[in-house]
């Protein structure tokens, strides 16, 4: 890993008894696109405030670029790291530029520093409309577009991005995730949450949390080798009466649409079990999706 940006350590957060996250530890590496994906309530959130320096951990290390979280330093920490919040982005009665001029006294930016860093945001994203639009007035996807320069306006090495692209049209997303890509090329770190596994796929690592735990933690390609091998098969049914493989036999039968995905428990006597389903089914062999990583590890938990 190249230099690292982030180190949560054996990290856990109580409200009450209840671990919204408990020893949880992971690194991020200076530009990578860290994707944190769990479903609701697994503590993704929780574990973002924790590193913005918004809600103090329980327990546990968290260093920020080398300097540890002490109470009392969030302000050393939060000129390091960029936040777009998952409910709160922009005040939405507010102009585009009045949301930056917020944002830079929030962040006490010298007036140049704030006006060349901002130009420099709106060309990065192609914003060619009068800055004095009312927020609620831009489309979704242009809003988030904003809200993600004014979450990089103090120019942080870190940019935490939680849900940025929940409820937003298709091409928009496609078209914010292009703007992460380049951001991370330019040397930001990205850490970001989405329930989008095909926005997942972008990036270099996954976590995986399920109940305030940390199940799993690489990158796409080795979370989907690690979980299924080589042995996921899509099957087809010939006709309406197509009858289901042996469930004694199976690991996973998982209706999609009209069609399965079928793994075998065992891989040995895979070549026999497929023969005798070819009758009734047409049958290939797939690459699993991270939707298939998903499903199995996060919300398969009681197979
Ligand atoms: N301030 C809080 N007080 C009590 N419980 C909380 C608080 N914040 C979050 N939680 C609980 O912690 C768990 C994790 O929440 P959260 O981090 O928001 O999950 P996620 O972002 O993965 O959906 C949830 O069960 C949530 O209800
Ligand atoms: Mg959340």
Redesign the pocket.
């Known amino acids: 890993m190249k230099k690292i940006i982030v180190s949560v350590n054996n990290m856990s957060?109580r409200?009450?008894d209840?671990y919204?996250?408990r020893n949880v530890s992971f690194d991020v590496g200076t530009g990578e696109i860290f994707g944190f994906l769990?479903?609701?309530?697994?503590?993704?959130?929780?574990?973002?405030?924790v590193l913005c320096g918004l809600?103090p951990a329980s327990s546990g290390r968290v260093f920020i670029n080398g300097t540890e979280f002490v109470r009392g330093r969030e302000n050393v920490i939060k000129s390091q790291v960029g936040y777009m919040s998952?409910r709160f982005t922009l005040y939405n009665d507010l102009s585009v530029g009045e949301n930056f001029d917020f944002a830079a006294a929030l962040h006490r930016l010298d007036n140049d520093v704030y006006l060349n860093q901002r130009k420099k945001l709106l060309d990065f994203i192609e914003f060619n409309r009068d800055l004095r639009i009312v927020v609620k007035d831009l489309p979704g996807g242009i809003k988030q577009e904003i809200a993600l320069c004014v979450a990089l306006l103090h120019d942080p090495k870190i940019v935490f991005l939680?849900e940025p692209t929940a409820g937003v049209a298709p091409a928009a997303r496609v078209r914010f995730w292009q703007l992460i890509k380049k951001l991370a090329k330019s040397g930001k770190t990205i850490f970001v949450?989405t329930h989008y596994m095909d926005e997942a796929e972008n990036c270099n690592r996954i976590a995986l949390?399920r109940a305030?735990e940390l199940i799993a933690i690489d990158s796409p390609n080795e979370l989907k080798r690690k979980t299924f091998g080589d042995s996921l098969y899509r099957l087809r049914p010939r006709h309406k009466n197509a009858r289901p493989p042996n469930m004694n036999v199976v690991d996973i039968w998982q209706p999609y649409g009209a069609n399965y995905h079928l793994r075998f428990q065992d891989d040995v006597y895979v070549a026999p079990h497929l023969r005798s389903l070819k009758k009734d089914w047409e049958i290939v062999q797939i690459s699993p999706s991270l939707e298939d990583v998903f499903i199995r590890l996060v919300e398969g938990q009681n197979r």
């Open positions: 957060v409200f009450g209840f919204a996250v769990g479903a609701n309530g697994a503590g993704k959130t929780t574990t973002i405030r809600l998952q939680d949450t949390m305030g």
